[in-house]
């Protein structure tokens, strides 16, 4: 039996994968699949495809693309996500700065270079005319950091997914000042070229797998309860979640990898377009 490592952030996105492993359901098409957290999220898990620490990510669109571009030995093999991911904008509960306004010139809390939430503070400034050239970051590595690092006022605002961070607005840690949506599908899946090579085949079981378990996650039964109870979120919160999120069972469409290339550039995050065949693979 083929072994493939994946790897991805300990959310509620990730839920079909964890119940495709303990039922025990990849294992009887024929894969085995290994799962690891990457609390760190997307910088941690390109530096972990490049190493060969993991042959898969389920990572952030944008983030994987730019790290592909840059040399990065991946491809994306499928969306996972087809709809946005609402990136919340938030602040220490006690801090002065109440309008996103307010933010304009101060530091943001972002987890690594080429994370989610780096990539995303220039999205956010370009949305509202900030001078890109003027973004200051501090480097948290995750969610702890982040708390921290807003406490101590060491950065001033901090860029995560909405749902994922709720309790801490709830429990008056963070205060959400704004959200901020990608214009793009959120999460692909990546794998590295050298296990697109050598285990097409394992691959492919393991999407059909992961396929057929997402494309009817929302109708199982108590889906809602076991989601808020697994994650620690409100049952209000996780159904308006359920609500909005779009699992996939297709590759990305030319069409949202342009967009994501041209936001790229007109960021200045990467500085050259590559080809569709240079960031896809089809298994």
């Known amino acids: 039996m083929k072994t493939i490592r994946v790897g991805g952030?300990?959310?509620?996105f990730n839920l079909p994968w964890h119940l495709c492993i303990e039922n025990d359901k990849f294992k009887d098409a024929g894969v085995n699949v290994?799962?690891?957290?990457?609390?760190?999220?997307?910088?941690?898990?390109?530096?972990?495809?490049?190493?060969?620490?993991?042959d898969v990510a389920v990572i952030l669109t944008e983030g994987v693309i730019r790290d592909i571009i840059n040399g990065n030995p991946s491809k994306i093999i499928q969306?996972?996500?087809?709809?946005?991911?609402?990136?919340?904008?938030?602040?220490?509960?006690?801090?002065?700065?109440?309008?996103?306004?307010?933010?304009?010139g101060t530091k943001a809390a972002i987890s690594r270079e080429g994370s989610g939430s780096h990539l995303m503070a220039y999205v956010n400034a370009q949305h509202k005319n900030w001078d890109l050239n003027k973004l200051d970051f501090e480097i948290i590595n995750?969610?702890?950091?982040?708390?921290?690092?807003?406490?101590?006022?060491?950065?001033?605002?901090?860029?995560?997914?909405?749902?994922?961070?709720?309790?801490?607005?709830?429990?008056c840690t963070f205060r959400l000042v704004a959200d901020c949506p990608t214009p793009w599908p959120c999460f692909v899946i990546a794998a590295t070229d050298?296990?697109?090579?050598?285990?097409?085949?394992?691959?492919n079981l393991?999407?059909?797998?992961?396929?057929?378990?997402?494309?009817?996650?929302?109708l199982q039964k108590n889906i809602d309860i076991q989601l808020s109870e697994r994650y620690q979120q409100k049952l209000e919160d996780i159904r308006k979640w359920l609500d909005l999120t779009r699992w996939s069972q297709t590759q990305i469409s030319e069409k949202d990898l342009e967009i994501v290339q041209k936001n790229l550039i007109d960021l200045n995050l990467t500085n050259k377009k590559v080809a569709i065949e240079n960031l896809t693979h089809d298994l």
């Open 79 to 104: 969306t996972y996500i087809a709809s946005p991911l609402i990136w919340g904008i938030h602040v220490d509960a006690r801090s002065k700065y109440k309008d996103i306004q307010d933010l304009e």
């Open 206 to 218: 393991m999407l059909q797998v992961l396929n057929t378990e997402t494309e009817n996650f929302k």
């Open 9 to 12: 952030v300990p959310e509620h």
């Open 194 to 203: 050298e296990c697109i090579k050598n285990e097409s085949e394992a691959l």
């Open 34 to 54: 290994i799962w690891k957290d990457f609390p760190e999220g997307t910088g941690a898990m390109c530096k972990a495809l490049r190493s060969g620490e993991i």
């Open 142 to 171: 995750n969610l702890e950091g982040a708390i921290k690092a807003l406490k101590n006022d060491d950065a001033q605002y901090f860029m995560w997914e909405h749902f994922t961070t709720k309790p801490l607005v709830d429990d």
